[in-house]
């Protein structure tokens, strides 16, 4: 016979209460933690999962060759195309991929401009960026802003280029990032001369599309991350997209509690935003390549393969999280 719905309300409770007082006077393991992190995985965050929470093998040491052939690449020393080019992708009503295999980069168009998030290598971003947006109709004189999530070669290496070919285009990066651009001697793609520096809660508009920012130091001191709204389908599809995942294995504590500080604070803010859908600028992270180009190839009123869900949302950075503290514990003991 069923208990009474008071009854096994209260039994729920106390079951809860043991759960939360078990978990609290047990001690943290990088293998539990690992394993936590694997389960918050779940289908959606793999590749988060194991680029953070397994270390890479060690370099071999001088004189031994690696187990795995170099990367082709082409005279230069820029990768050979078909191993990193992306056809650009129609993703949802008003939001585009322009990425490449390995790393995302985004048009968000509005009712009046464009705004780009990320830039790419240098060796990528005119045939993903301007020639992609070409292929998809879209005008790169209209796109307004370029925003930045950090400066590293691989998101912000096109950075001159956009600024160069775009007429009257606004970079935004995060001001220590700014800075570390303008102490730069070798800036990959060239220097980007210092234009908007992103800011706490800083939203970007163009009409009826905008970007807030979210500053997210970590993976660098100037990390952004953005929150922000599209549609599909006609229907709002709300984004929380991170700026920066990737952690060193090498570390203090000082740095892991500050990164875990800043996915926390992000990890609420998409709560709080509604967000539905994480993003990321590595494709390893997210899934990204795969996810586009399924959305654009989706029938007619298909779901989103984006659209994860927050309880998904929040798993992310759940991996994130117990990943980074086990990193913490593992450095503390070498």
Known sequence: MMKPLSVRIGVGVILAAVGIARAQTTPATIDGLVGAAKNAAGLEWSGTFLRLCIPPPPAPARGESATAPAAPAARGGVPARE???????RVADNLYFLGTKVHSAWAIVGSDGIIILEALYDYAAPDEIIGGMKKLGLDSRKVKYVILS????????????????IPGVHLVYGAEDWDAVDRSTNHAGGKPKRDI?????????????SVQIITMPGHTPGTLSFLFEVKDNGKPMRIAYVG???????????YYDGYLASSKKMA???????ATVLMTNHTEFDNGYFRAHTAAARKPGATNPYEVGREAVARYFAVVQNCTEAAKLRAATK
């Open 83 to 89: 191993t990193w080019y992306a056809e650009p992708a």
């Open 244 to 254: 920066g995942t990737a952690i060193p294995f090498n570390s203090d504590a000082a």
């Open 197 to 209: 520096a992103g800011t706490d809660g800083m939203k970007i508009s163009v009409g009826d599309a």
């Open 150 to 165: 950090h400066a590293h070669a691989d998101h912000d290496g096109g950075a001159k280029l956009l600024q160069d070919e």
């Open 268 to 274: 609420k803010a998409a709560a709080d935003f509604g």
